[in-house]
């Protein structure tokens, strides 16, 4: 019988091969976009993928190493930057995926509350290409 993943063995990396051990989740998404056409004697339309996007999302703590990344994006937003999403589950197993071109959507410059620990800063945005690894 098949186990299922569990996220606390999940490792996040960033384009220098550092784990930034503050990321808390992980997603990595393809949307496909699809045309349809009609078939003569045919009631139903058929599909077909004609594109997809590809988008990421990261929540991180905030620490001096997110912080120092959110910069890094905020300065250069037109550079992309590449990431390592990794699963080294004991007991499921593992699988990671190459993540090429991430480009944010949007940055969450600076936050903070009295009292309160940052533990939902998000880092989302569009992703070029992936491989799994």
């Not at 503050?22 to 003569?40: D, G, N, P, Y």
């Not at 058929?46 to 959110?70: C, G, H, K, P, Y």
């Not at 890094?72 to 197993?93: H, Q, S, T």
């Amino acid at each position: 019988m098949a186990e299922t993943y569990s996220g606390t063995h999940g490792h996040f990396y960033d384009q220098n091969g550092n784990e930034l051990t503050e990321a808390i989740e992980f997603e990595l998404t393809e949307e496909f976009e699809k045309a349809q056409s009609k078939r003569m004697g045919k009631l139903r339309r058929s599909n077909r993928v004609t594109a997809s996007d590809v988008t990421m999302s990261v929540t991180f703590e905030r620490t001096a190493n997110v912080q120092a990344l959110i910069r890094y994006l905020a300065e250069n937003p037109e550079k992309k930057v590449n990431f390592m999403g990794r699963m080294d589950d004991p007991v499921a197993g593992k699988y990671g995926v190459a993540v090429t071109g991430f480009s944010p959507d949007s940055l969450t410059l600076a936050k903070w509350a009295h009292g309160e620990i940052d533990e939902d800063t998000p880092l989302e945005g569009t992703v070029d290409d992936y491989e799994f690894v």
